[in-house]
Nanobody, 131 residues
């Protein structure tokens, strides 16, 4: 069993930065991925960024490429998301996720199909970006 606890959410003005962290307890298999999803009010949950911890390959949804950086500290089993140049449309509940299998074609890309295979979810942390 894996337990995920997020921290670091908050409110910031557009253009600002926030750093989210996810502390993971329990064993995550070497073929499994970790990442972040978000859900804005009235919208479906979407993948934001993911990492294949075993080799450090990262994946991003197009809307955050160049602004967000995902990283994983293997020693501490902690996942982080550095969010820069935040925009109001980034406002959402951000959830840490883990436990879906890496694939040959898509790696750990966090998308609608990936979401179905996520085995572990954190409770989420709110990010609010004001204009």
């Amino acid at each position: 069993q894996v337990h995920l606890v997020e921290s670091g959410g908050g409110s910031v003005e557009a253009g600002g930065s926030l750093r989210l962290s996810c502390a993971a307890s329990g064993y995550i298999h070497t073929t499994h991925c970790m990442g972040w999803f978000r859900q804005a009010p009235g919208k479906e949950r979407e993948g934001v960024a993911a990492v294949y911890p075993s080799v450090g390959i990262t994946y991003y949804t197009d809307s955050v490429k160049g602004r967000f950086i995902i990283s994983h500290d293997n020693a501490k089993n902690t996942l982080s998301l550095q969010m820069n140049r935040l925009k109001p449309k980034d406002t959402a509940m951000y959830s840490c996720a883990a436990g879906w299998l890496v694939t040959v074609n898509a790696g750990c890309l966090p998308d609608r199909e990936t979401e179905k295979d996520v085995n572990y979810w954190g409770e989420g942390t709110q990010v609010t970006v004001s204009s």
